[in-house]
C-alpha cells in the first residue's frame, strides 16, 4: 500500500505575510508537503465575508476565505495562535483567537487546524512551539530541530536582503511616499497591492514601512508612542519615525475596522506633524474608484507643495 | 489646611457602581481627593464620541467622555489602567486628546509600569502620595477590595430576584439604600455595616417566585456588560419583566478569584476551544455553557461596537447555542444605540423564550 504523504494547508492571509517563507522552509525540510491558498481575489474574499461575523476585520474575512478555499486539499490547515514576544509586545487579540476562532467556524466542515503558541509572556517561544508541534506530527526531536534552524536562516537571509532593497528605496530620485501598513494588508494582491500598483502607474515610489529592521523600529517607535504595545504596530510606527523626514507622504493603510489601527493611526497623526498624511481605510464594499481619487488628489498636495504642480 | 491645597484632585471614570470602591481607596487608602465623575449621560457620550477615532471601541468614548466631566469638576490629575486588549492603550491616546484639546492635568497611566512587578505598584502608590502610611494603605485598600466583593454580591443577588418583588419597591429601596451607604463609607464599619443592613433589608423582602421562572444568562465584554449606562440599563429592563438574571462576569469573579490566566475553568471547555481566545474569552465561553448546561432559558452576549474579543468569541457562542438549543441574543452598543430599538429586540426575545418554555 502506498504510504499518504501528508499536506499541510498555509491560508495565504494574515501572519502568512510574516510567516510564510518560514512555514514553507520548515515543512519542506521535514519532507511534508504545504499547499497554498491562493491569491486572494473576489471569490476569496466574498466566501471569507460570508463565514464571518458582520463586524469582524476585513483581513479575517479573507484570512477565513484562503481556509475555505483550502478545505479538502490538505490534512491540516496551518494556523498558529501568537500572542506576545515580551512586555509591550503583544500581538492584537485576533491572533490569540485565531486557532480556536477558525476551528468553530469551520466546525463540521472538514477542515482540521494544525496550531503551535507563541506567548513569550507565558515562557513559550517559538523554537519551543515548532519542536512541539511537529512531534505530534510524529517527527523525531532531532529533525525537526534542525529543519527549524535551517528555516529560521533561511527566512532572516531572506528578510535581510528585502529590507537592504527597501532602504535603497528611500535613496532614489523622484517623489517617495511611506506605506504604513499591516504586511497582510499592503500585500495582499486583491487590497494592498491596488494601492501600490495605483501610485507606481502615477510615478510615484511607493516604500513599505513595514519592511524594516524589526530590532531597531521597535526602539524607535518609542519616539513617537511609549506604550504601543502591538508588535507590527511599533514596527511601523517606528519606520515611521526612523523614515518620516526621507519621504514626501505617508499613507497610514489599514483593512476595516482594524482595531490597533483605529487607534496607533490616530496617534500617529496627531504626533507626526510635518509632512503630508492619508488616511485610508480599506473595507470590501471600496471599489478601486474612490480609492484611486483620494491616492490622486494626494499625490497632487505633495506635487503642488513641492512646487511641481 | 496647607496639606488640603497639595491633595491630588484624583478621577477615574465611571465604571458600573464601581465607583464608590475607587473612592474609598483614593481617599482612605491614599489620602488623596477622589473627584467622583459625574453620571455617565447622553452628553458623556456625544462628548467621546465628538473627540475619539471614529473605530474605536465604544468604552474608549464612554470614558474620554466622562474624562472630560471630570476636568470641568475640577480633577487635576486622572488615572487609567493598563488592560490586556485595546484597553491597555487608552491612556496615552487619550491624554494626547486631552491635551491637544487644551486640558492642564497630570496623567497616570498605568500602562507605563510593568504591572508584572511588585516594586511598581509601591512606585504608583509614592507618586500619588509620597507621604502615605504603608500599614494604612494597605489596611484601607483591602477594605476597598471588600467593599467591591459585597457589590458584586449583592448586585449579583438583587437581579436574580428583583423580578419577583412581591412588596411591590422594597427591594429596589434596599439596593438603592446599599449604594448610598457605599458611596458614603469613609471608614471600615461604614462598609461593614452598611453591607449587613442591606443584606438583612433584602433577605426581609417577600420574594414571590414561580416555580421555573425564566432563567438568562448575560456574558460579554468586560466594560459594557457590567456598566447599566453603557447597556442601557439591560439588567433592569430584563428583571422587571419578570426574568432572573445571571451575570458571572464582574471584577470579584475575573480579577480577584479567577484572577485573568486560563484557570481551570479550561477544563470543561477544551473541545470547543484550545487556546485562551482573550482576555475574558475563556471565562465567558465557559459561563455561555454553563448557562446552557444549567437547564437556562437564554443567553445574552453583550458587547461594545469594534470590540475585538467579543466578536471572536461570536462563533463559539453560536456553536453552544446548536449543541445546547439555547438561544443567544447578540448585543452590540454603540454611541448611538437607542433604547426603543434595544426594548424591541428584548420584547421579541423575551417573548420567544417564553414561548419555548411553554412549549418544552
Known amino acids: ?309 | 489646611m496647607k496639606d488640603a491645597m497639595e491633595q491630588k484632585k484624583i478621577s477615574f471614570p465611571r465604571y458600573a457602581e464601581y465607583n464608590c470602591a475607587f473612592k474609598y481607596i483614593v481617599e482612605q487608602a491614599l489620602g488623596c481627593k477622589y473627584v467622583m465623575p459625574p453620571a455617565l449621560t447622553k452628553r458623556t457620550m456625544e462628548l467621546g464620541a465628538k473627540y475619539s477615532p471614529e473605530f474605536v471601541c465604544t468604552p474608549f468614548k464612554t470614558t474620554l467622555g466622562n474624562m472630560i466631566e471630570s476636568l470641568e469638576a475640577g480633577a487635576d490629575t486622572l488615572l487609567m489602567t493598563h488592560g490586556l486588549c485595546r484597553l491597555g492603550y487608552y491612556g496615552e491616546l487619550q491624554e494626547q486628546i486631552l491635551k491637544d484639546l487644551g486640558y492642564k492635568f497630570d496623567f497616570i497611566n498605568l500602562s507605563e509600569y510593568d504591572m508584572s512587578k511588585k516594586k511598581e505598584y509601591i512606585r504608583i502608590v509614592r507618586r500619588i502620595n509620597p507621604r502615605v502610611n504603608p500599614a494604612k494603605f494597605l489596611a484601607e485598600f483591602m477594605e476597598g477590595v471588600r467593599m467591591v466583593e459585597y457589590l458584586d454580591e449583592l448586585t449579583g443577588e438583587y437581579y436574580k430576584n428583583r423580578g419577583f418583588d412581591a412588596s411591590g419597591g422594597d427591594y429596589d429601596q434596599a439596593y438603592r439604600e446599599f449604594l448610598t451607604a457605599m458611596y458614603t463609607a469613609r471608614c471600615r464599619a461604614d462598609v461593614e455595616e452598611g453591607y449587613r443592613a442591606a443584606r438583612r433589608a433584602m433577605q426581609a423582602v417577600p420574594i414571590e417566585k414561580p416555580l421555573r421562572p425564566l432563567r438568562v444568562g448575560l456574558v460579554g465584554e468586560f466594560y459594557t456588560v457590567m456598566d447599566a449606562f453603557s447597556n442601557l440599563e439591560l439588567e433592569r429592563k430584563l428583571s422587571g419583566m419578570g426574568v432572573e438574571v445571571h451575570r458571572w462576569m464582574n471584577v470579584t469573579h475575573q480579577f480577584l478569584q479567577y484572577s485573568g490566566g486560563q484557570k481551570n475553568m479550561h477544563v470543561k471547555i477544551e473541545d470547543l476551544c484550545r487556546y485562551e481566545m482573550g482576555p475574558t474569552s475563556t471565562a465567558n465561553i465557559w459561563y455561555a455553557r454553563e448557562c446552557a448546561e444549567r437547564g437556562f432559558d437564554g443567553i445574552i452576549h453583550i458587547k461594545s461596537a469594534a470590540c475585538t474579543p467579543e466578536i471572536d468569541v461570536m462563533p463559539v457562542l453560536q456553536n453552544i447555542s446548536a449543541d445546547y438549543k439555547i438561544p443567544v441574543l447578540y448585543l452590540t452598543y454603540d454611541a448611538q444605540t437607542s433604547d426603543v430599538g434595544l426594548m424591541t429586540r428584548l420584547e421579541a426575545f423575551y417573548d420567544m423564550i417564553d414561548m419555548r418554555k411553554k412549549v418544552l
Not at chain 1, 504523504?5 to 510574516?18: A, D, K
Not at chain 1, 487546524?113 to 510524529?138: C, I, N, T
Request: charged share 25%; hydrophobic share 40%.
Open chain 1, 1 to 309: 500500500m502506498e504510504e499518504h504523504r501528508m499536506v499541510i494547508g498555509l491560508p495565504q492571509g494574515l501572519l502568512y505575510y510574516r510567516y510564510g517563507a518560514l512555514w514553507q522552509t520548515f515543512f519542506n525540510e521535514l519532507g511534508i508537503e504545504t499547499v497554498l491558498s491562493g491569491p486572494t481575489d473576489r471569490r476569496i474574499m466574498d466566501a471569507g465575508a460570508a463565514l464571518s461575523i458582520d463586524e469582524a476585520c476585513l483581513s479575517l474575512k479573507i484570512f477565513l476565505g484562503h481556509v475555505a478555499a483550502l478545505a479538502g486539499r490538505c490534512d491540516y490547515v496551518l494556523v498558529p495562535r501568537v500572542s506576545s514576544f515580551g512586555r509591550h509586545r503583544n500581538m492584537c487579540t485576533r491572533f490569540e483567537a485565531l486557532p480556536d476562532l477558525t476551528g468553530n467556524v469551520f466546525r463540521g466542515k472538514g477542515v482540521k487546524v494544525l496550531s503551535y503558541e507563541v506567548d513569550v509572556l507565558s515562557r513559550k517561544g517559538e523554537e519551543a512551539a515548532f519542536l512541539s508541534m511537529a512531534g505530534g506530527l510524529g517527527r523525531s526531536l532531532r529533525e525537526v530541530h534542525r529543519a527549524y534552524r535551517q528555516a529560521k536562516k533561511e527566512d532572516q537571509a531572506r528578510r535581510k536582503a528585502a529590507v537592504r532593497a527597501e532602504e535603497q528605496l528611500y535613496k532614489s530620485e523622484g517623489i517617495k511616499v511611506l506605506i504604513a501598513a499591516h504586511s497582510y494588508v499592503v500585500e495582499d494582491p486583491y487590497i494592498g497591492r491596488a494601492v501600490t500598483g495605483y501610485l507606481k502607474k502615477s510615478g510615484v515610489i511607493p516604500i513599505r514601512a513595514d519592511v524594516v529592521d524589526r530590532d531597531e523600529a521597535l526602539k524607535w517607535s518609542q519616539d513617537i508612542s511609549l506604550t504601543c504595545k502591538w508588535e507590527m504596530s511599533r514596527e511601523i510606527v517606528g519606520s515611521v519615525a526612523m523614515h518620516e523626514h526621507k519621504v514626501d507622504g505617508i499613507i497610514l493603510l489599514s483593512a476595516f475596522p482594524c482595531g490597533p489601527d483605529a487607534m496607533v493611526n490616530e496617534l500617529i497623526s496627531r504626533r507626526v506633524r510635518d509632512v503630508p498624511m492619508l488616511n485610508l481605510v480599506l473595507d470590501s464594499q471600496s471599489g478601486t474608484a474612490g480609492v484611486e481619487t483620494r491616492l490622486e488628489s494626494f499625490v497632487d498636495i505633495i506635487r503642488f507643495k513641492e512646487g511641481k504642480l
